[in-house]
Each structure stands twice: as structure tokens, then as C-alpha cells.
């Protein structure tokens, strides 16, 4: 008589049934869903304000992003009195200029993934994708050496991007959107092992005609 109570006692508190697993997805459609969602349809100027930190020193002011259409962007910042403290340009996946006070800037897909952009480059191996139960999608490449990225995508657009080094996290953008913003509202850049980190908190942006194809080499 015990033995079956106890018995039953241990049934009922057992384990619940399984969460169901997730849905399976096609890595093609996702890619192609991200691509046409961030792809750029002409030239922007946005405005933002920054903030840079690393572990002896805190810089702050604003910046301008100039985009264009195919894959052209420009970032400067500067103090609160105008004077400049970074400027770069990536041109598709090649980053140009110099990083200035604040530090090493983002990596080309790092890069593109703070703008909001889903943007792997050619040099990235499509290892497959995954969906997860809070409804975002993950994107997963590799890259020579011991490089792998991770895009974590929701309802198509960029979410979060990580960098992996050796399979350990090395630098990261996280962003946050408003549901209906062209671009992401703020982005923070972390580079892990040297607690660097640059925010991005969008003020501003405008569709603007075009840009002079000069600014896309900047220091020369």
C-alpha cells in the first residue's frame, strides 16, 4: 500500500512534458529576408551622439553617419566643441581612415551590424541558421582562421552580432529599434577583452540626393 502511494506521490511530481523543440528553418530564406530588410535604398545622413569608454579613460560627443546605396558608409565623431576625434569609411567590407582617440573601430560585419545593416562579406562560409523560442533567428559563419559570426535577427532585422575568437566571445553590437525606424535607435559596441565599448543613440536622419565620392577615402 505505501510503495503505491509513494509510487503515485513521485508520478505526479515528476517532470512536465518536454518544451517543444524549435522550429526548423531554412538559412536561405533568412539570409534573404535580412538582406532585403536592411538593404540600403539610397543615401542617409544620421545624426547621433556617442559615448566611448575603456578602463582609464571616458569620451563623449557627437557624430555623423553618411550611407549610401549599394554598401557605402562613412562615421565621424566629434568632441562637444566639433573637434574631431575619429573618422572611417567601409566601402562593402573594405575599412578605411583611422580610429583616432577612442580606439580600434568595429570590424567590417561588426561595423554594418551597429548601422543595422546585415552584411556577412565574401569571405564568410554559411555554417546554417536556428531558431530560438524567443522568436529571433541565428545566423551563424565562419571566417578564415578561428573567426565565426553570429547574427541574431528578429522578424528580419538585425538584433545582435558576436564575434568569436577560438569559439570564445570577443566582441559584440547589441541595438535597439523602435518598430518602425529605418535605423536602430542606440547600438553599443564592446570589444571584451579590452572593456572598450562606443554607443551609438540616434538623434536624427535625413534621406538625402547623393554624396561626393570623395568622402569615402577619408585622410586623403
Same mark, same amino acid.
Given at each position: 500500500?505505501? &510503495?503505491? @502511494?509513494?509510487?503515485?506521490? *513521485? ?9 517543444p523543440p524549435? #522550429?526548423? &528553418? ?5 539570409? *534573404? ?6 538593404? *540600403?535604398?539610397?543615401? =542617409? ?9 575603456? #578602463? ?13 546605396? #549599394? ?5 565621424? @565623431?566629434?568632441?562637444? $566643441?566639433?573637434?574631431? &576625434?575619429?573618422?572611417a569609411a ?6 578605411? +581612415? ?5 580606439? #580600434? ?6 561595423f554594418w551590424?551597429? @548601422? +543595422? ?6 569571405? +564568410? $562560409? ?16 565562419? =571566417? ?6 553570429? =547574427? ?16 570564445? @566571445? ?10 518602425? +525606424? ?6 553599443? =559596441? ?9 554607443? *551609438? ?15 569615402? $577615402?577619408?585622410?586623403?
Amino acid at each position: 500500500m505505501w &510503495v503505491l @502511494l509513494i509510487t503515485s506521490a *513521485l508520478v505526479a511530481c515528476g517532470p512536465g512534458p518536454a518544451p517543444p523543440p524549435a #522550429p526548423s &528553418v531554412d538559412a536561405e530564406q533568412v539570409i *534573404l529576408a535580412a538582406e532585403n530588410r536592411s538593404a *540600403l535604398d539610397g543615401a =542617409y545622413r544620421v545624426v547621433f551622439d556617442w559615448t566611448a569608454s575603456e #578602463p582609464d579613460a571616458r569620451f563623449n560627443g557627437r557624430g555623423v553617419a553618411r550611407l549610401e546605396a #549599394p554598401y557605402r558608409a562613412r562615421l565621424d @565623431l566629434f568632441t562637444g $566643441n566639433g573637434e574631431g &576625434v575619429a573618422s572611417a569609411a567601409l566601402v562593402e567590407d573594405d575599412l578605411r +581612415g583611422t580610429p583616432g582617440q577612442i580606439g #580600434p573601430l568595429p570590424p567590417p560585419a561588426l561595423f554594418w551590424g551597429a @548601422l +543595422g545593416i546585415f552584411r556577412p562579406g565574401r569571405t +564568410g $562560409n554559411l555554417q546554417g541558421a536556428r531558431a530560438h523560442r524567443d522568436g529571433t533567428t541565428e545566423v551563424i559563419y565562419r =571566417y578564415p582562421g578561428t573567426q565565426e559570426v553570429r =547574427y541574431r535577427l528578429r522578424d528580419g532585422n538585425v538584433e545582435r552580432v558576436e564575434l568569436l575568437r577560438g569559439g570564445q @566571445l570577443s566582441e559584440e553590437v547589441t541595438l535597439r529599434r523602435n518598430s518602425d +525606424g529605418r535605423f536602430p535607435t542606440e547600438a553599443t =559596441y564592446r570589444h571584451l577583452a579590452e572593456r572598450r565599448e562606443l554607443r *551609438l543613440t540616434l538623434d536624427t536622419t535625413e534621406h538625402v540626393e547623393s554624396f561626393p565620392p570623395d568622402i569615402w $577615402n577619408p585622410g586623403s
